[in-house]
């Protein structure tokens, strides 16, 4: 456990969280997404709408089956983040928040809002965002999978949340949605990833391979 909180991700993660929060409490919620808006060019138009795919759940899955034929345990420790921490997502976003509007729902007037073409845009349930919850039980996981190699430890936290924020450049979400995503997945993640293994029908698991 001590080695894992000491790992550049859980560090990473956590300066994430303090510098967003401190963001989105001294910020006008919709002036700062005009503003995140206004940071756009043609690579990210034609780059981003592919890589924000990297959160859907169709993805999640494909990597589960791959680890599985690699790592039993590892993949099922991966589908339990994906699928808990997706399914604390959707209560939220459909139960718990249901009134909260997407950035495009206030924005659809806007003739200087830019917009991707050809994304197609969602209006209703916006908090919390479910491909950043994804992005960051994926990469959380992979993260406890590899922690003692610093460089993927880097490039599991750059990815995790560039990949997530590309729901904000998309306007798809709000930065506070994509936060509070990030903070869903990582500690479901984080606690299947620790706990997880050490259950008994686990440890069997690992012992048969």
Known sequence: MKKLLSSIFFW???????????IVLNSNQMELHKKLNGFNNHFLDAFVPYATHI???????????????????????LLLSFLISSGITQVLKQVVYPNIMRPMHYFQNDDSFHVV?????????????????????LFTTFALFWWEN?????AFLIAAI???LTRVYLSQHFFEDVLAGSFVGTVTAFIMGVYFPKLHFVEKLEQSK
């Not at 990473?12 to 401190?22: K, M, N, P, Q, Y």
């Not at 959160?55 to 420790?77: E, R, S, T, W």
């Not at 073409?117 to 960051?136: D, E, L, M, R, Y």
């Not at 610093?150 to 880097?154: E, P, R, T, W």
């Open 12 to 22: 990473g993660i956590i300066l994430f969280w303090l510098v967003g929060l401190i």
């Open 55 to 77: 959160g859907d759940g169709v993805f999640a899955i494909l990597l589960v089956v791959i680890l599985y034929f690699i790592n039993k345990k590892n993949a099922l420790i």
């Open 162 to 164: 560039l990949f997530a």
């Open 150 to 154: 610093q460089k993927l430890q880097v």
């Open 117 to 137: 073409k050809g994304v197609v845009i969602h209006f209703q349930n916006s908090f919390p965002s479910g491909h950043a919850t994804t992005c960051f039980a």
